[in-house]
């Protein structure tokens, strides 16, 4: 990697974190000296960019997150890589957001140019993924869940449990993925204890609760 992409680089790694990276830590990522990344990260603060140095637990080195930087741009093999992989999590249903991923995709795709959005092509005709598709669901189920996941809605259930069926109503804490299994790890609204139910055992689901009175989180 040249010098003046790496620079970049940092800048933006530095900008993607919530907490301080040391000098050492940086030096790994990016494949060079303790002494090299001392000297960039110089040259970022001479060049006027809000480079500082944190004490403490959690400290390093950290950019203002106030300061701007241009949206980040992906080469064509970087967007095949990530569209690639993405499209085959989504065939192999590894994740249950396949309308957030499906949009991440797209905005990737338009933010290339042409002659990139070609490259991209190319590349994807060159990279294949093969597994066996994880237990999934209705796609309206899936809808409900993707939603309430992320908008923090409570929502009825009904599934199939080992005694038969049942309702819960619950709030989803988060999502484990497990060989073929999707595990949704829940909160039960009506007793507080916490549950881990299967996603292809789902039967039905409803929203029935956003977090404020003012509808869901757009």
Excluded at 34 to 44: A, I, S
Excluded at 70 to 86: D, G, I, K, N, Q
Excluded at 136 to 151: D, K, L
Aim: charged share 30%.
């Amino acid at each position: 990697m040249k010098r003046s992409a790496r620079l970049m680089a940092i800048a933006e790694h530095l900008r993607g974190r919530k907490t301080g990276v040391t000098a050492e830590a940086l030096a790994e990522r990016f494949h060079v000296s303790v002494r090299t990344m001392y000297r960039d990260l110089e040259t970022l603060q001479e060049a006027a960019l809000p480079v500082r140095a944190e004490r403490g637990r959690g400290g390093g080195y950290a950019l203002d997150r106030a300061y701007f930087l241009p949206p980040v741009a992906f080469s064509a093999r970087e967007a095949a890589l990530l569209v690639t992989l993405a499209e085959h999590a989504l065939a192999m249903r590894l994740v249950p957001f396949a309308d957030t991923t499906q949009s991440a995709l797209d905005k990737l795709r338009a933010a290339l140019s042409s002659s990139s959005q070609r490259e991209l092509l190319d590349h994807m005709q060159t990279l294949h993924f093969t597994g066996v598709p994880a237990l999934g669901t209705t796609e309206s189920i899936r809808r409900v869940i993707e939603r309430a996941f992320f908008e923090r809605a409570i929502v009825d259930l009904d599934y199939d449990g080992a005694r038969g069926a049942r309702h819960r109503r619950v709030r989803l804490r988060n999502v484990l993925m497990e060989g073929s299994i999707t595990f949704l790890n829940i909160t039960d609204v009506d007793d507080g204890a916490e549950r881990q139910l299967r996603l292809d055992r789902l039967r039905g689901a409803r929203i029935v609760e956003w977090p404020t009175s003012s509808g869901p989180i757009r």
